[in-house]
């Protein structure tokens, strides 16, 4: 599958890698506009400036009819009674087994029309299993290829937004419907203050079919701010310094809210969501393995898959997602251990037959600025 990017990254000479059955830009080699780039450079304009992302990957369902929100409300594992119509909310949707097939940010445009953005590869399976067990009148569509999206993401990404000539007073996940100044043709464009990089941002929804044009205005904006075009390598070693979950590695079917350190997205007062009693018996009962944030002692990187131990050389658990720091130039990563194991114990991971040293710390490894 392809962005409506597609030919723009390709124009760019973005390497290009599969996500989700997708090809989508990893970093953009050469940089853009003149703008020095790669990864590393991508993260830092992010972090300290601004800097735009190409995630129209990300899957959009929508579920409308009377009792739409109730609905939705009963299948995931927040709270959609905590928001009105204007917000949006971070989501976990399990199976009966507590497992998590995926994790989801709920948009309620209105009680009876809710808009949810799953991971891309996830998007069919989330839209059939609601549309399986929907009431009569409420109808679930995949409309995957509708929308783009476009994130904004970093400190002076609301000044980009006011220089186009957008003016939005949005708390933290909430939204409104825009058009772009002097482009109204291109329809209206949802704005959610929102995103994954831990900085102060917004994703931007256009249709599919002006995106293009809206990425382009963004594109002349941020370099004012000596701004970057980030690919999606920024993107996880932003996540992961924020000690943000990624569906596949930190939460999946076979590890759940409990396990990820995820309880904070699961409200268990609420009369019915799915997986809920095996999620309070594995609370109850407390899990055989919960997420710890790891911050190497050494110049060793870890990787996904890696083995974890103790001083002992027992083997503790594993690296769900590592890589290398450039915020804090260190490795860091976020591994599934042995509950008995505690912020400020020393642990080794085994680095390609080399046992690299490291520490549990506490996440998220940079402070964030989202609001």
């Known amino acids: 599958m392809k962005s409506p990017l597609y030919e723009w990254h390709g124009a760019m000479d973005a390497k290009l890698a599969d996500f989700g059955g997708w090809d989508m830009p990893i970093e953009y080699p050469k940089g853009v506009a003149g703008f020095s780039g790669g990864t590393l450079a991508e993260h830092a304009a992010v972090r300290e400036r601004v800097g735009i992302f190409d995630v129209s990957h990300l899957g959009k369902i929508s579920v409308k009819g009377q009792g739409a929100k109730d609905f939705v409300n009963s299948m995931v594992t ?44 996830n998007c069919s399976q989330v839209a059939a299993d609601l549309s399986a067990v929907a009431p009569s009148g409420i109808t679930v569509k995949n409309i995957h290829q509708e929308y783009a999206v476009l994130a904004l993401q970093g400190p002076d990404s609301s000044k980009v937004l006011a220089d186009i000539g957008i003016n939005l007073d949005l708390e933290y996940m909430s939204f409104g419907k825009v058009t772009l100044p002097g482009d109204e043709d291109l329809g209206k464009i949802i704005i959610c203050r929102t995103g994954y990089s831990g900085e102060l941002g917004y994703e931007l929804l256009p249709k599919w079919e002006s995106a293009t044009k809206v990425w382009e205005v963004l594109v002349e904006k941020i370099a004012k701010y000596d701004g970057r075009v980030c690919g999606l390598g920024a993107r996880d070693t932003l996540r992961t310094e924020m000690g943000y979950p990624l569906h596949g590695h930190e939460l999946s079917l076979e590890i759940t809210p409990v396990q990820a350190s995820a309880s904070w997205a699961v409200v268990f007062a609420k009369s019915e969501f799915r997986g809920k009693s095996a999620l309070e018996i594995e609370k109850s009962q407390g899990p055989s393995r919960v997420l710890r944030a790891l911050k190497s002692s050494d110049r060793g990187i870890p990787r996904s898959g890696m083995a974890v131990s103790d001083s002992l050389g027992r083997v503790i658990g594993e690296v769900t997602s590592g890589t290398f720091s450039p915020t804090l130039k260190v490795g860091i990563a976020l591994a599934l251990l042995s509950p008995e194991f505690k912020v400020g114990d020393q642990v080794q991971i085994d680095i390609r037959g080399r046992l690299s040293s490291a520490s549990i710390v506490r996440a998220p490894f940079v402070e964030p600025r989202v609001r």
């Open 78 to 121: 927040n709270d959609l009674n905590r928001i009105t119509s204007g917000q949006a909310q971070y989501n976990l949707f399990c199976n009966d087994a507590g497992g998590v097939i995926d994790d989801l940010i709920v948009y309620q445009f209105a009680p009876d029309d809710i808009f949810i953005i799953p991971n891309a590869s």
